[in-house]
């Protein structure tokens, strides 16, 4: 499954989810191919970070980006089970490529006002590129959650009016196991501390809705466009 981590909004924590959705997929024994497409190279970083500190890496990680992304992914394809795409917070013409061969577009968004007010953005780039890519199925969550849980719901309840789009009622918190980690270059899961253990059952939980869950819906809805023509 070709999955694309994106939206139109930076400072979503949208490599911190990518990456840490490669190590949970590659500790399945799933051959898995992490591409940065983002401008920042944050996913790079993260790979950097765990080679230099000796760290056993299962998945591969490599630079991609432009127009003919999608071209190159499909190349790619038949050597992976699995490729996730870490693109930049903006409607990028790589991101519009990626799209163009995903099989699922997921889109953390901050529970804040700036983040929510770019659905109608993301709505217009979801429908567009549907027209090339029928099998696409895109997927919203609440990514850094407000630990209150007010701002949650509200956020929640807007991005669910949405149709183009399906919104999990699950969320993931803004801890700061998140940002340890990722400077340790490693998951959430991967961490062996007590404080790490909410949100490594958050991680957990979204990992289990897009391997699994999200994997079967897919597949019927391939199955079904195929039987149409």
């Not at 549907?130 to 991005?159: M, Y």
């Not at 253990?197 to 819906?217: C, I, P």
């Amino acid at each position: 499954m070709i999955v694309v981590v994106g939206g139109v909004k930076g400072g979503s924590g949208k490599t911190t989810i990518a990456t840490n959705l490669a190590v949970l997929r590659s500790a399945d024994n799933k051959r898995v191919l992490l591409i940065d497409a983002d401008e920042q190279k944050s996913a790079s970083q993260f790979a950097a970070q765990r080679d230099g500190l000796g760290i056993e890496t299962k998945w591969s990680t490599i630079q991609l980006g432009g127009k003919e992304l999608h071209i190159q992914v499909k190349r790619l394809k038949p050597d992976f089970d699995d490729i996730i795409i870490d693109v930049g917070g903006r409607a990028t013409t790589s991101q519009r490529s990626a799209l163009l061969i995903a099989d699922l577009f997921l889109m953390p968004f901050n529970p804040a006002s700036y983040d929510i007010w770019t659905v109608g953005e993301v709505k217009m780039m979801i429908q567009e590129m549907k027209t090339v890519n029928s099998k696409l199925h895109a997927i919203a969550f609440i990514n850094r959650a407000d630990p209150k849980g007010s701002e949650n719901q509200e956020a929640i309840e807007i991005l669910q009016e949405c149709k183009d789009f399906e919104c999990l009622s699950m969320t993931i918190g803004n801890r700061k196991a998140f940002r340890t980690s990722s400077g340790e270059g490693i998951s959430v899961t991967e961490m062996k501390v007590p404080e790490a253990k909410k949100a490594a059952s958050e991680m957990r939980a979204l990992y289990e809705y897009v391997y699994v869950e999200s994997e079967l819906l897919i597949k019927y809805m391939y199955d079904t466009i195929m039987m149409s023509k």
